[in-house]
């Protein structure tokens, strides 16, 4: 059973263009999270959900958008796509003070 | 706000030796949690080891120990009889206790030499 899993794995795709990315966890968890992870492997969170509600919204352009539908499902919907995006995207879960489990990231390149 | 620095971006090792990963970190909290994630080639992050700050205890898993200094913030990483698939990208982390937020380090790459 995967516990946090992300879709799709690649995503490539064109300049302008509207993307989204689908991640669920299926451990009960309160807190979900989207983290970028650039070229340099520098891994920076971008926004963080507790039971739903947004709590953490580091700076990122406002063309990104997470939706949190209900507590196990955080998805990311990212418009009018640039080349400075492509960066490999992980969801996560976690509990306060517990292992955060990482999906198995998501692969944008932007061309 | 919370700082993590990991001082190290490169580090290598011969198989079957020890290597130690050092993270120093900022916060004016009092209690917090600690952590240590391995992301290899595969790109997967994976637990290494956790630490909770009002434990004095250094935490041990195997081979992974690490050496917690609350006082200077430290937090570094010992990996002995180091092998050939500990060879990845470590990153140290910090997790408040409020909503839960971790702050990750920019990571070490380590390679472990035959």
């Known amino acids: 059973d995967t516990a946090v899993s992300q879709t799709p794995k690649y995503l490539v795709t064109q300049m302008g263009n509207d993307k989204s990315i689908k991640c669920e966890q299926n451990?009960?968890?309160?807190?979900m999270y989207w983290y970028k992870q650039d070229s340099k492997k520098f891994l920076k969170i971008m926004f963080s959900?507790?039971?739903?509600?947004?709590?953490i919204n580091e700076t990122v352009p406002n063309r990104f958008s997470p939706k949190s539908p209900d507590k196990a499902h955080l998805n990311l919907h990212i418009n009018s796509l640039e080349l400075g995006d492509s960066a490999v995207y992980f969801c996560?879960?976690?509990?306060?003070?517990?292992?955060?489990?990482f999906g198995q990231g998501t692969r944008l390149t932007v061309v | 706000a919370q700082t993590v620095t990991q001082s190290q971006p490169e580090m290598s090792v011969q198989e079957a030796e020890t290597v130690t990963l050092s993270c120093t970190y900022d916060?004016?909290?009092?209690?917090?949690?600690l952590f240590w994630y391995k992301q290899p080639p595969s790109r997967q992050m994976i637990l290494v080891i956790r630490?909770?700050?009002?434990?004095?205890q250094n935490a041990t898993e195997n081979r992974f120990s690490v050496n917690f200094q609350k006082a200077a913030k430290s937090f570094s990483l010992k990996i002995s009889d180091s092998q050939l698939g500990d060879t990845a990208m470590y990153f140290c982390?910090?997790?408040?206790?409020?909503?839960?937020?971790?702050?990750f380090g920019d990571g070490t790459t380590l390679t472990v030499k035959p």
């Open positions: 916060t004016s909290e009092s209690n917090y949690y």
């Open positions: 996560a879960s976690s509990q306060i003070g517990e292992e955060t489990f």
């Open positions: 451990l009960g968890h309160d807190t």
């Open positions: 959900y507790n039971n739903k509600e947004l709590i």
């Open positions: 630490q909770e700050a009002y434990k004095q």
């Open positions: 982390a910090f997790m408040t206790t409020n909503a839960g937020k971790s702050t």
